[in-house]
């Protein structure tokens, strides 16, 4: 249960990033960021925190040897 709120923030993180990029590359319009380069740049930074943050709570600490 402790795994579920970073789960779940980790996807938000990813697909926001996702959409963020496709925006900022002008793939979906209808909107103030489409086109905009500034969000082709931060989308993808964002989808990878995501991306890091679901690697790093479904991976679980390492044990030292």
Known sequence: MKKALPIAFGVLL?????????QGLGYIGGSSMSGKSLWAIIG???AAMGISLLYVT???PQKKR
Do not use: D
């Open 14 to 22: 990813t697909v926001v990033g996702v959409v963020w990029a496709l």
């Open 44 to 46: 993808p930074v964002v």
């Open 58 to 60: 479904v991976r679980g």
